[in-house]
């Protein structure tokens, strides 16, 4: 899922992906820069995964599995929260791993009551609340400071989204966007981790005025928009990990088959800054640092806002090389049989890469799988513009994705970009 980041722009949303639960969800891809991990098939015997191993301080794991609600391609990581300083915590399974959007956004429903995070408030102590658009839906709840750990790695006074739909009362504003995502059910997720490019959610435009579907200042159940310092916005938690703090490497393994019922990957933090994430031979794409994308062209088609989003659960795009879906299934290509597409990403640096993927028929596969979680070859035209070009979860198995973050320094220069 990708909100456009508002530091330069008021644009919110491209897409939400969580809401598809009927008889296709996903996308196809494939890769070099190999990554490893475990799958499991969707036969009666399963593959053998690996011997478990301890894992580095700078890693957490990342499952693709049937999840809250059982929408498929959605990653999977468990985040510890805690009461600011203190070791009153509680851990979150099943947060989706979205490098798509910026900022920890938790429900209400999944923190006790017993652990406190404080209420955060603008410079004039009124208190904080925040929409976040996407582009079919929102979620909406209160700012509060929380302390972070995933994996070994921990973050102070983390300004946090709690989601929940009974905090004030929810701005027409806010609402006017489609479905409301204030449950887990809703989201397909106990939260989201948006670990993207951009340090904060929405960035100076936020900070500069009031952006009605963003923040508002709550008084009793009455909210009103209000402009908030950048220091006080919902934050990708990354950038304060330390030495770590200079992006993320999400490593998911090649799925040889048109399914399977789980996979097993790693969330590595940090670029280069351990000899588990090192760059090796991955090629560095630049993107806008203003709007975090790049270029892509495929079959003669430029699409000039391409990017890379582990909240989404295919590859979306629109072509005229396929069919999409007969209803309820049309947010997904049906061909006839399975397609091998490629296309060709440059980036804001003038690097190009050369992608290979392939595009099954999302209806038969989902039927014959049984619904299984993890599906290489969806892809669809739903959600997005002419412009845009979604590389979906299906694009990060068998691959190691890099994703810088804005200010932060790395082997192939300062973020933000992507590297795969």
């Known amino acids: 899922m990708l909100r456009l980041h508002t530091s330069k722009l008021a644009a919110l949303a491209i897409a939400l992906f969580a809401a598809c639960l009927l008889a296709a969800c996903g996308g196809g891809g494939g890769g070099s820069n190999s990554a490893s991990g475990s799958i499991t098939n969707t036969s009666a015997t399963p593959t053998t995964s690996p011997p478990a191993t301890a894992q580095a301080a700078n890693v957490a794991a990342i499952t693709v599995d049937r999840g809250v609600a059982g929408v498929p391609n959605m990653p999977f990581v468990t985040v510890t929260v805690c009461a600011p300083g203190t070791t009153n915590c509680q851990s979150i399974d099943h947060v989706l791993v979205d490098t798509g959007s910026w900022g920890l956004r938790l429900f209400a429903s999944q923190i006790p009551a017993?652990?406190?995070?404080?209420?955060?408030?603008?410079?004039?102590?009124g208190a904080l609340a925040e929409c976040m658009q996407f582009?079919?839906?929102?979620?909406?709840?209160?700012?509060?400071?929380?302390?972070?750990?995933?994996?070994?790695?921990?973050?102070?006074?983390?300004?946090?989204q709690v989601i929940?739909?009974?905090?004030?009362?929810?701005?027409g504003t806010c609402a006017n966007v489609g479905a409301?995502?204030?449950?887990?059910?809703?989201?397909?997720?106990?939260?989201?981790?948006?670990?993207?490019?951009?340090?904060?959610?929405?960035?100076?435009?936020?900070?500069?005025?009031?952006?009605?579907?963003?923040y508002y200042t709550c008084s009793g159940t009455n909210c009103t928009p209000s402009a908030v310092a950048?220091?006080?916005?919902?934050?990708?938690?990354?950038?304060?990990?330390?030495?770590?703090?200079?992006?993320?490497?999400?490593?998911?393994?090649?799925?040889?088959?048109?399914?399977?019922?789980?996979?097993?990957?790693?969330?590595?933090?940090?670029?280069?800054?351990?000899?588990?994430?090192?760059?090796?031979?991955?090629?560095?794409?630049?993107?806008?640092?203003n709007r975090g994308v790049f270029t892509t062209t495929q079959n003669g088609t430029?699409?000039?806002?391409?990017?890379?989003?582990?909240?989404?659960?295919?590859?979306?795009?629109?072509?005229?090389?396929?069919?999409?879906?007969?209803?309820p299934d049309q947010a997904y290509y049906c061909p006839s049989s399975t397609e091998q597409l490629s296309a060709v990403n440059t980036g804001t640096n003038g690097t190009t890469s050369n992608v290979t993927f392939d595009v099954g028929n999302a209806a038969q596969i989902w039927q014959?799988?049984?619904?299984?979680?993890?599906?290489?070859?969806?892809?669809?035209?739903?959600?997005?513009?002419?412009?845009d070009f979604d590389w979906g979860l299906p694009f990060f198995y068998g691959r190691n994705v890099y994703t810088a973050i804005e200010q932060q320094a790395t082997p192939a220069g300062t973020?933000?970009?992507?590297?795969?």
């Open 114 to 125: 017993s652990i406190a995070l404080p209420q955060q408030t603008n410079g004039n102590g």
């Open 135 to 160: 582009f079919d839906g929102y979620t909406w709840g209160s700012v509060r400071t929380a302390d972070i750990q995933i994996g070994g790695e921990r973050a102070s006074s983390l300004p946090i």
């Open 164 to 171: 929940d739909p009974n905090y004030a009362a929810v701005p």
């Open 180 to 214: 409301p995502r204030n449950t887990p059910s809703a989201l397909a997720a106990n939260g989201i981790l948006g670990i993207g490019v951009f340090k904060h959610d929405c960035g100076a435009a936020c900070a500069n005025q009031a952006i009605a579907g963003t």
């Open 230 to 289: 950048e220091s006080l916005q919902v934050a990708n938690p990354v950038p304060y990990f330390g030495a770590d703090g200079n992006g993320v490497v999400v490593s998911l393994p090649a799925v040889p088959s048109g399914s399977a019922a789980s996979v097993s990957g790693q969330l590595i933090f940090g670029i280069g800054t351990r000899s588990n994430n090192a760059l090796a031979s991955a090629q560095v794409i630049g993107v806008d640092p």
């Open 302 to 327: 430029t699409y000039t806002s391409g990017f890379i989003d582990s909240g989404s659960t295919g590859l979306f795009f629109a072509t005229t090389l396929m069919s999409a879906c007969a209803s």
């Open 368 to 387: 014959a799988s049984g619904g299984a979680p993890v599906m290489p070859l969806f892809a669809g035209p739903a959600f997005v513009g002419s412009s």
């Open 415 to 420: 973020g933000p970009y992507f590297a795969y």
